[in-house]
Nanobody, 127 residues
Framework: QVQLVESGGGLVQAGGSLRLSCAAS????????MGWFRQAPGKEREFVAA????????YYADSVKGRFLISRDNAKNTIYLQMNSLKPEDTAVYYC????????????????????WGQGTQVTVSS
């Protein structure tokens, strides 16, 4: 069974940085696509970033492009989301998601295509 465990959230001032981690277990993830999504209070879940594990190709929402960086560590089965120049509007619960590339890959910005999710980690950016 796939398990995803996020960590690294917290409270930070605007302009600051945080790095989120998502430790994955239960499978060999070389054929997976991994994504980060977020949900702010009263808002719908939205795509943040994704990475194809095998190729390392990365994708970003326009709202975070140039500020956030998604990466993976093959040896640790872990993906990261480095978040720089944080803004109050980045405040949300951040979720890690995973699924087979053949299933989620064609539409990797859509959360409904991912089967596996972590529990989420809160990120709060104060102004």
């Amino acid at each position: 069974q796939v398990q995803l465990v996020e960590s690294g959230g917290g409270l930070v001032q605007a302009g600051g940085s945080l790095r989120l981690s998502c430790a994955a277990s239960g499978r060999t993830f070389s054929t997976y696509v991994m994504g980060w999504f977020r949900q702010a209070p009263g808002k719908e879940r939205e795509f943040v970033a994704a990475i194809r594990w095998r190729s390392g190709s990365t994708y970003y929402a326009d709202s975070v492009k140039g500020r956030f960086l998604i990466s993976r560590d093959n040896a640790k089965n872990t993906i990261y989301l480095q978040m720089n120049s944080l803004k109050p509007e980045d405040t949300a619960v951040y979720y890690c998601a995973a699924d087979y590339e053949w299933r989620a890959g064609p539409h990797l910005t859509q959360g409904n295509n991912y089967e596996y999710w972590g529990q989420g980690t809160q990120v709060t950016v104060s102004s």
